[in-house]
């Protein structure tokens, strides 16, 4: 496998108060896992707002564009925060994985990973919200769908948090399966089973707290992978979201790395192993670095 890793330098501007969960630090600790695996990243290019359009309305674009502020920070929801720098993080983390898409379905690596921040995947048509500025993931579908031309692509989402911004902006996306696993009850609130999507392409799977690595082998198992195989996709993207292991500390479905690895070797066997990963959560620094470096070997495996 040749695996790729755009590694965003302007998501290091994206600041957030003091004590914010999501914060420059989780960058710095995916450089070091990525060092110790003797990884050389590529630099994540900055993003088209033509790429962002595919997702959200220029009135969107431009609140966030021009909320940002000249110093300190800008507030956009109970837990979203602008910096001066956020603008061009939200930018960069949408190029890196348009970028990711087009190496990938050029031939040119089997498979990527792009490690920006803010995250993306509670970013929903118009709202701010979850950390999340635009629907990251989202969009580097449509860009395959779209420019490249592909007529399934799937998306599978296994942070804790259910992918309510991705959900919202494919909800009537045909030709992409989103499927989400999540804890739940927990924020947004979101993502229960009914919710299936405007073509019945949703596919949602709420997790009970304390479950552990078991109860999600089995779901996925018994649930997503089927569906993978059924749906067939030209193209698979990961909502890599690591909030989910047992050290975090905003959630409780105690995985271990090794099961995020176990996860990753399972879903790369779809699309023809043609993957393009995007950081999501994971907040816990040492636990982050652990589980993206599992992520990692099990993608170049």
Not at 203 to 213: D, K, Q, S
Not at 222 to 228: E, M, S
């Amino acid at each position: 496998m040749t695996t790729a890793v755009y590694l965003s330098e302007a998501g290091r501007g994206h600041l957030t108060p003091p004590g914010h969960p999501e914060q420059v630090a989780r960058l710095a600790a995916v450089a070091a896992a990525l060092e110790g695996l003797g990884i050389a990243p590529r630099p994540c290019p900055m993003g088209a707002e033509a790429e962002v359009l595919r997702c959200h309305p220029a009135r969107y674009l431009g609140r966030v564009k021009h909320g940002v502020p000249a110093s300190g920070f800008a507030q956009l929801d109970g837990d979203t925060w602008l910096s001066p720098g956020s603008y061009l993080a939200a930018m960069e983390a949408v190029g890196g994985a348009c970028a990711a898409v087009d190496a990938v379905l050029a031939g040119e690596v089997t498979n990527a990973l792009v490690a920006a921040r803010p995250p993306g995947h509670h970013a929903e048509t118009e709202t701010p919200m979850g950390f999340c500025l635009f629907g990251t993931v989202a969009i580097a579908a449509k860009r395959a769908l779209d420019h490249h031309g592909l007529s399934r692509v799937a998306v599978v989402d296994f942070d804790v948090h259910h992918g309510n911004g991705t959900q919202d902006l494919l909800w009537d996306e045909a030709r992409c399966l989103f499927i989400s696993s999540h804890q739940m009850p927990l924020y947004p609130g979101t993502g229960s089973p009914r919710e299936v999507g405007a073509h019945g392409q949703i596919l949602n799977i709420p997790l009970r707290e304390g479950t552990g690595g078991a109860a999600m082998r089995a779901a996925y198992e018994a649930q997503v992978f089927p569906r993978l195989a059924a749906w067939q996709p030209e193209l698979l993207l990961i909502s890599a979201g690591f909030d989910a292991h047992r050290a975090d500390p905003l959630a409780g479905l105690e995985w271990e790395a090794e099961d995020f690895a176990w996860l990753t070797r399972r879903l790369r066997a779809f699309a023809g192993g043609r993957v393009v990963s995007s950081l999501e959560g994971g907040y816990d620094l040492t636990a982050l670095a652990q589980s993206v470096a599992a992520h990692v070997i099990a993608l170049k495996e």
